[in-house]
């Protein structure tokens, strides 16, 4: 499992990247799957992604809250350290938590990356998501 931003990125880009690493599953966590960048929204990334032979798979649960979102970019700050607290809170249990195992589940049959805007994975929240998700696995294995 790989985490992809498409910050910088057209959406022939985008699908071109997924391509080149053998994806066969988009996981888009954006809370809202919308783009002021065109081939970027929910509807055209999907019919894009399927024209590539990639499933494309939209999981609200796993969007990080508007309210959430500004801080969370500043690791280090006391206000981003909150931020992600609140995140890793949300998919730790209830629906949140139900769609991690899942995503697991699709992980472990298919090569999945999971979407969101920003470039570098660690000013994202797909960064928690995809930690959650290797704890699953291991916590299967052991």
């Known amino acids: 499992m790989i985490g992809i931003g498409y910050e910088g990125l057209s959406g022939d880009q985008l699908v071109a990247s997924l391509k080149a690493e053998g994806i ?3 996981v888009d966590v954006r ?3 919308l783009s002021r960048k065109p081939g970027l929204s929910k509807r055209a990334l999907s019919a894009a992604l399927t024209a590539a032979g990639i499933r494309y798979v939209h999981d609200r649960r796993l969007g990080n809250p508007k309210e959430n979102r500004s801080a969370y ?4 700050s006391e ?3 909150a931020a992600r607290a609140r995140y890793r809170e949300l998919i730790s249990g209830g629906e949140g938590a ?3 195992r899942e995503l697991a589940a699709l992980a472990e049959e298919h090569a999945v990356a999971v979407l969101c805007f920003e470039a570098d994975q660690t000013h ?3 960064e928690q998501v995809i930690a959650a ?3 699953v696995v291991t916590s299967v294995l052991v």
């Open 31 to 33: 809370l809202t799957p």
């Open 79 to 81: 206000d981003g350290v």
């Open 24 to 26: 066969e599953v988009l």
């Open 73 to 76: 970019a500043d690791a280090a």
């Open 98 to 100: 139900d769609a991690v």
């Open 124 to 126: 994202c929240h797909r």
């Open 133 to 135: 998700v290797k704890e």
